[in-house]
């Protein structure tokens, strides 16, 4: 066993695993309120990417500069899914829920094409070749970067909707809808925040993957699809363990390609999915519910 | 009824040709004086093209089928097939969205609209079953782009290739890496095989990787690394490429991952004497060349690229960079090619007969190409016996989109090769 070369992959891991934490997140805060799964998450991060792709080749701001601008415009677009669709679809069968939200994927990465083109773009940023030498070990700067504000973001949300009123109206809906609505909460109007919201943390994703990986309209499936392993493994509705979670696919994923072909990745992933439902089907941070 | 559907459909089209034609008719009938308003006009021949043309090879799909149409409207200027009363060509549109299955289904769906020809698919998948498919409807597939040996080695007697298979891609990457170790005397040990995980990689980093160990060449490939098509991330192979120590490092890739293997490179600081491709995409397309810039300069590929003092190759491409802005490359160039091999079979069959069609495309003999090597000739298993490669490097240009050229064969190069290369992180 190469030492050296497991030490990289493991700080590569770790580093991975925030991002894919960050984006699992609003996956999680979404199921969490609404009880509906967002098969648009990862088309809404590439929407994200695009918009400070935007910015940095109109105005030459950096990603981390127009962070606040994409994750805004996402809220936005989250705010206005929800009310205009997901409202409307609450009571409905699950399997029909889903349609909807697949649709509104299927839209948003069209769109993303229409605008943009099939390109992979990959513009060079500041930080996008930065990296410290560590020992025989680099890091990735813009991936120490994404891991932190990830870290930062999730920890958050967390305490605004702890502490905050609107937060506490969001898990007072998320706990019992009819209940929050008799108290006098706008349900609809407090879904629509808690969608905007969790739209926001996978817009901020977006704006830090840019520096990382050429953005093009159909990236955005896989990134569903990971989220959505992510969420199961921490618990569905439970934002640290998404985080957690995210650690531990980033990591296993990482460490798996010292024996295994990176071709084989997804079955790493799918395959940790299987056994968390068999085993614990609640997810590692999940409660009853 | 859905056949009443898609016929509604195919009228506005059919109705603006006509419109089109009749604007046409109008504008010779006035130069000429002749009253010839009233002639009917020929049916047009519908081609399929069937291209990725959304999914992950989306950017080379859409390039795909803009080369297809260029060839298309080139001869419908030139006054269509003559031989068919000058009916004009169509191309109807299929996309694969680079799914094996999605291809198929489209590639029907476009017969039924009633296509005669066929072309396409750049993903050897979506060739292989749309190759069996048109054995099964007996209409002629002419593959434009596909590496893939075995789709044109199951004996179907109505696909035809002009690209080169990966065992051509594999012979000719492996003499030229030699010619190039042995014009600049080095001699390297150690190299890094890496491919992408679709049907085109597999087959051709597998094929590349067993010529290039029975070739003899005295380097020795110490890492094969392999990844899904699409992937966002390629720290963890960097990494075990880095712990490898090669010289060499011949990818395999497509666009995007191309963009992440190079920066992270970089980031890890993988000392080599040079990259240089076996035979893929990811490396000379426009959009790669101008987001990677500096860092993608020195990269050579192996490719059947276009021939830079062809006359056929200098118009199209004035075209192309007017229109696109980008210049024709080894993908486009062969779509383009691929539309003029069927129109001079067209021409020569004087029908729309799969069975004449086949037997005229047997027969071709097509010389006034854009690429490099000589005429396209069909061997009885349909592969063009003339296919074959070039070496391209990306060179030091303030142009982007003069950067990539042909450094080898002598015959076609336009400029001498670089090699080793500067490392990524000397380039100022």
């Known amino acids: 066993m190469n030492l050296a070369l497991a030490l990289q992959l493991l700080i590569q891991g770790i580093l991975l695993g925030g991002i894919y934490g960050l984006t699992a997140v609003g996956l999680s805060l979404i199921f969490g309120v609404m009880g509906v799964i967002n098969f648009a998450h990862g088309q809404m991060m590439v929407m994200g990417m695009y918009i400070s792709y935007w910015i940095l080749v109109l105005l030459g701001l950096d990603p981390y500069l127009s962070l606040p601008l994409a994750a805004g415009a996402i809220f936005i677009l989250g705010y206005v899914i929800q009310s205009t669709v997901v409202n409307r679809i609450l009571d409905f069968p699950e399997a029909m829920q889903v349609l909807p939200l697949v649709a509104m994927g299927l839209i948003l990465e069209n769109l993303a094409l229409l605008f943009w083109g099939p390109d992979h773009r990959s513009p060079s940023t500041a930080l996008s070749l930065a990296a410290i030498p560590l020992g025989s070990a680099t890091v990735d700067v813009s991936r120490l970067i994404a891991f932190a504000l990830a870290i930062a973001f999730t920890v958050a949300l967390f305490l605004f909707l702890k502490k905050s009123a609107i937060g506490t109206r969001i898990r007072a809906a998320a706990d019992n809808r009819l209940g929050a609505q008799l108290v006098g909460i706008k349900v609809d109007r407090i879904n629509n925040i808690a969608f905007g919201l969790g739209a926001a943390t996978t817009g901020a994703a977006g704006a830090l993957l840019l520096p990382l990986m050429p953005v093009s309209p159909h990236l955005g499936h896989d990134f569903t699809t990971t989220a959505f392993v992510v969420v199961i493994l921490g618990g569905m509705g439970n934002l640290l363990g998404a985080l957690v979670g995210g650690l531990i696919l980033g990591v296993t994923e990482s460490l798996a390609t010292l024996v295994l072909p990176a071709t084989l990745k997804q079955m790493i992933s799918f395959g940790l999915l299987v056994v968390i439902m068999l085993i614990r089907p609640q997810g590692l941070f999940g409660g009853r519910r | ?428």
């Open chain 2, 1 to 428: 009824m859905a056949k009443d559907k898609s016929a509604g459909e195919g009228l506005s089209r059919r109705a603006f040709l006509k419109t089109c034609g009749a604007a046409g008719l109008g504008a010779m009938a006035i130069s000429f004086g002749v009253p010839t308003l009233l002639k009917a006009q020929p049916k047009p021949i519908k081609i399929g093209s069937i291209q990725p043309a959304t999914g992950p090879l989306a950017v080379i799909g859409q390039g795909q089928r803009r080369g297809n149409q260029m060839a298309v409207d080139f001869i419908n200027a030139k006054g269509g097939i003559k031989s068919l009363g000058g009916a004009k060509l169509e191309l109807v549109l299929g996309d694969s969205e680079t799914k094996s299955e999605v291809g198929r289904s489209e590639a029907d769906r476009l017969i039924k609209d009633g296509a005669v020809v066929l072309v396409g698919a750049f993903e050897s998948g979506t060739g292989m079953a749309v190759a069996t498919l048109a054995e099964q409807r007996g209409l002629p597939f002419l593959v434009d782009v596909a590496t893939l040996d075995d789709i044109t080695q199951k004996g179907y007697k109505y696909t035809f290739r002009i690209f080169p298979t990966s065992t051509a891609f594999a012979q000719r990457g492996t003499d030229f890496i030699k010619e190039i170790m042995a014009a600049k005397k080095l001699s390297p040990k150690r190299a890094v095989v890496t491919y992408v995980g679709d049907a085109f990689g597999k087959t051709q980093g597998g094929f590349f990787i067993k010529h290039f160990k029975a070739a003899n060449t005295g380097i020795e490939i110490v890492e094969e690394i392999s990844y899904p098509l699409g992937i966002p991330d390629l720290s963890g192979e960097v990494a075990k490429i880095k712990a490898a120590k090669p010289d060499l490092l011949f990818p395999i890739c497509r666009p995007g991952d191309s963009m992440i293997l190079t920066r992270e490179l970089y980031k890890q600081r993988v000392e080599l004497m040079g990259i240089i491709s076996p035979g893929s995409p990811g490396w000379y397309e426009p959009s790669v060349v101008r987001d990677l810039d500096k860092l993608a300069l020195y990269v050579m590929d192996n490719v059947p690229w276009v021939n830079p003092s062809s006359p056929v190759y200098q118009e199209a491409n004035k075209l192309f960079e007017e229109k696109y802005k980008a210049y024709l490359d080894t993908n486009t160039g062969w779509a383009y090619t691929g539309v003029l091999v069927i129109a001079d079979a067209l021409e020569r069959a004087a029908s729309i007969d799969p069975d004449k069609i086949v037997a005229a495309f047997k027969a071709t003999n097509f010389k006034d190409h854009p690429m490099v090597g000589d005429a396209v000739q069909f061997a009885p298993n349909g592969d063009n016996k003339n296919a074959t490669t070039a070496m391209v490097q990306v060179l030091p240009e303030a142009d982007p989109l003069k950067r990539v050229k042909v450094v080898l064969p002598k015959k076609f190069a336009q400029a001498e090769f670089t090699f080793p290369a500067p490392q990524l992180w000397d380039r100022g």
